[in-house]
């Protein structure tokens, strides 16, 4: 088995669980984080710093370097492991999703998604049997199935012929995968209708993958429905096999996640808006560039122990950050990223030490949004 779940801890009140991901590139504690490397670098970050803060599983894209520089290319440097320098987790996501929200003029069709790139306008073509021979490739130790991300909102009836579509195309990605060292993931799409979901959920259950994303959600629909959708999903997923909820990651989102039941994450958000010069802390997001920071010279966040907070001040990181240096861009990104992962492992212990509502509690009355 390339990628196995061990279920370590049930939560005796909630969904939460904690877990490890053992790949062949290591074991990984859950519930678990993933920091998002679009083109095969989590940006501003080295390698060996992410290591140091804990990162386990980063993730790559099948969309971006297919067109750049060329899934061969990467095969030719030893996979995205060998060209990146990371001897950790790789997690590729299908292409999918950035087809429909960064390509143009694209069309899809049974055979799969005519787009034109959105470096140079050049027609290109992915279809299941593509994506995962890009995957193979690039030789990440989780892919996922190519999958249409349902859009926010859709009819009923279009949500079903996606839904439907998708699942035939996870059936084509399961018989176009041809490597042992490898764990193919299913999709469940759904839209934001519970029997759509349902038969997702039944649908790729019977194709019997090793773990399952839920897709679709985090697309712009009101936070209550993506929760109602993640409590209606979840339970019906395999208990010994891992969930992952794809383009999720604010604090909140990531605390009622685990609630639910879900065991892996990925956002852009802490690396991007990191380079906007937003820190994340406890009670919120705090824009260390607005005037109010000149002269505050305490840490971004009081009680964090990164290298960022540990030797700068917010009057530094904002100088840094309007004088447009890179450094102010990578303080920022080291403190984001440490400040997720450390707090996937508070709930995480949470969870082993069967306190996780009371995290939770305590959690949503120190947070103010965002
Ligand atoms: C934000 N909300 C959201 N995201 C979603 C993603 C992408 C996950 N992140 C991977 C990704 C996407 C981009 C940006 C980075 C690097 C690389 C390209 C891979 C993360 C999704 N991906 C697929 N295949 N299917 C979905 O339904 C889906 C739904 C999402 N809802
Ligand atoms: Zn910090």
Redesign the pocket.
């Known amino acids: 088995m390339a990628v196995s779940f061990e279920l370590i801890k049930q939560c005796s009140k909630t969904g939460a669980r904690a877990g490890k991901l053992y790949t062949p590139h290591g074991v990984f504690e859950t519930p678990i984080f993933m920091p ?1 490397g ?1 083109q095969a670098t989590v940006k501003a970050m080295t390698p060996d710093e992410l290591k140091a803060m804990g990162a386990g599983i980063i ?1 790559s ?1 099948t ?2 370097l297919f067109l750049r520089p060329g899934h061969e290319l990467v095969a030719e440097a030893g996979g995205l492991h060998g060209f990146m320098h990371w001897d950790r987790g790789i997690l590729t ?2 292409g ?3 087809v429909f929200s960064l390509g143009s003029l694209r069309k899809i069709s049974e055979e799969g998604v005519a787009f034109r790139s959105h470096i140079d306008g050049s027609k290109q073509f992915l279809s299941p049997e593509k994506a995962t021979e890009v995957q193979m490739a690039l030789g990440a130790d989780i892919i ?1 199935a190519f ?1 249409e ?1 349902v859009p926010y909102p859709a009819e009923y009836d279009y949500a079903r012929q996606s839904t439907e579509r998708t699942t035939r195309w996870a059936e084509r990605c399961k018989r176009a995968h041809a490597r042992k060292d490898q764990a193919l993931f299913g ?1 469940i ?1 759904g839209g934001m209708y519970k029997e759509l979901r349902t038969a997702s959920v039944r649908d790729l259950v019977s194709l019997d993958f090793p773990g399952y994303a839920i ?5 712009g629909e009101p936070k209550p429905l993506m929760y109602e959708m993640l409590e209606h999903t979840v339970p019906q997923l395999p208990a010994r096999k891992p969930r992952y909820l ?2 999720v990651g604010t604090p909140d989102c990531l605390v009622e996640g685990v609630m639910y039941g879900i065991d892996m994450f ?3 958000f802490p690396t991007r808006v990191a380079r906007n010069g937003t820190a994340m802390t406890a009670s919120g997001r705090l824009v260390v560039k607005n005037a109010e920071f000149a002269r505050d010279f305490r840490p971004l966040d009081m009680d964090c122990d990164c290298y960022t907070c540990r030797n700068f001040s917010r009057a530094y990181i904002r100088h840094l950050l309007k004088s447009e240096e890179i450094l102010g861009l990578r303080l920022t990104t080291i403190h984001n990223l440490h400040f997720l992962l450390r707090f996937m492992g508070k709930m995480r212990q949470a969870i082993m030490e069967d306190r996780f509502p009371a995290f939770r509690q305590e959690f949503w009355d120190k947070y103010q949004g965002h």
């Open positions: 998002v679009t993730l894209n969309y971006h996501d299908s999918g999703f950035q996922m999958d991300c999709i799409q897709g679709g959600l985090s697309v794809m383009g990925d956002c852009v």
